[in-house]
């Protein structure tokens, strides 16, 4: 199984509301990631998680609130966005945040988010 | 930081022609480069991992191959079909920092 399920596929919100996105992976990877991918760009890396630990993020705005509750799930809590955030969200994982040459990514489906 | 360029942006061919797609990277102090494959409005779906110390890999009709000395990735498609439309995106894994970072693209379509 190299699944990463990511829920909802679609959201809709406006500018005052508060939403999550939900990712899961059952392969026991320790790592897990969230993208953000514009319409014809390339994913842009947002946050890393590396054994439940936030270990990197990418000068996101603070209106994007990643959170690790277990090995196995991924968060991002939205408030407060602008239509200018609204793209598709991914989320990916990987086994070993130690890097080692045959780690592999596996991403989600996505969230397509659009901000009204 | 690391910067990745894909080339050609856009590929149209007719059934059954190779595709080759190239795939440049600055920074060679790198773990493995992954080829994923995207259909419009989806995830991404890994094709190829090769790692920083093997030159090629192979899975079916795909073969990729690595120089990591001069930055270098190729994704070569054998025989192509239409199903094989979609984007297809480089990522080099980079050795510190834990990131994947993607080039633009290269945007196929194969004719019937």
């Known amino acids: 199984d190299t699944e990463v399920t990511q829920t909802p596929k679609h959201l809709v919100m406006g500018m005052t509301n508060k939403k999550s996105l939900k990712c899961e992976q059952h392969?026991?990877?320790?790592?897990m990631y969230w993208y953000k991918q514009k319409a014809k760009k390339p994913p842009e890396l947002m946050f890393v998680?590396?054994?439940?630990?936030?270990?990197i993020n990418e000068s996101v705005p603070s209106r994007f609130s990643p959170e690790c509750p277990n090995s196995s799930l991924l968060n991002l809590h939205l408030h407060a966005l602008q239509p200018e955030d609204s793209a598709l969200y991914l989320c990916?994982?990987?086994?070993?945040?130690?890097?080692?040459?045959?780690?592999?990514?596996?991403f989600g489906q996505g969230t397509r988010l659009t901000v009204v | 930081k690391q910067e990745v360029t894909q080339i050609p942006a856009a590929l149209s061919v007719p059934e059954g022609e190779n595709l080759v797609l190239n795939c440049s990277f600055t920074?060679?102090?790198?773990?493995?480069l992954q080829w994923f494959r995207q259909d419009p409005g989806k995830g991404l779906t890994s094709l190829l991992l090769?790692?920083?110390?093997?030159r090629e890999q192979t899975s079916g009709r795909l073969n990729a191959s690595l120089d990591k000395s001069s930055g270098r990735s190729t994704l070569y498609i054998a025989a192509s079909q239409p199903g094989d439309s979609a984007t297809y995106l480089c990522?080099?894994?980079?050795?510190?920092?834990?990131?994947?970072?993607f080039g633009g693209g290269t945007r196929v379509l194969v004719k019937p």
């Open positions: 392969m026991g990877h320790r790592a």
């Open positions: 920074d060679s102090a790198i773990y493995n």
């Open positions: 990522a080099p894994f980079k050795a510190a920092g834990n990131k994947l970072t």
């Open positions: 090769i790692q920083s110390s093997q």
């Open positions: 998680y590396s054994y439940e630990k936030l270990s």
């Open positions: 990916a994982s990987s086994q070993d945040p130690r890097q080692t040459s045959n780690t592999e990514a596996f």
